[in-house]
Nanobody
Framework: QVQLVESGGGLVQAGDSLRLSCAAS????????MGWFRQAPGKEREFVAY????????SYADSVKGRFTISRDNAKNTVYLQMNSLKPDDTAVYYCADRHDYSGNYYYTDAYHYWGQGTQVTVSS
């Protein structure tokens, strides 16, 4: 079992930055990949960013490309999401997720095996 705990969310103004962290504990930290997703009220959970185990492969949703950066520190069992130039449309609960094999496509939630509880990000205009 892997436990994931997100932190770093908050209330900011448009144009501000936040850095989310996701700390893993329990069974071995993912050696496949980690993803960030978000869910706004009344909407489905959507893909935000992905990184493989070594961090040399990353992928982003078009809506955040150029503004968000995903990274990981395997020594600390932590994955990060640096969010710059935040917009009101970025308001959502942000979740990190742990992928333990290569089944499925990392863009979709069913490719992940463990999820954190989420952290709220609110961007005011």
């Amino acid at each position: 079992q892997v436990q994931l705990v997100e932190s770093g969310g908050g209330l900011v103004q448009a144009g501000d930055s936040l850095r989310l962290s996701c700390a893993a504990s329990g069974r071995t930290f993912s050696r496949v990949g980690m993803g960030w997703f978000r869910q706004a009220p009344g909407k489905e959970r959507e893909f935000v960013a992905y990184t493989n185990w070594s961090g040399d492969i990353t992928s982003y949703a078009d809506s955040v490309k150029g503004r968000f950066t995903i990274s990981r520190d395997n020594a600390k069992n932590t994955v990060y999401l640096q969010m710059n130039s935040l917009k009101p449309d970025d308001t959502a609960v942000y979740y990190c997720a742990d992928r333990h094999d290569y089944s499925g496509n990392y863009y979709y939630t069913d490719a992940y095996h463990y999820w954190g509880q989420g952290t709220q990000v609110t961007v005011s205009s």
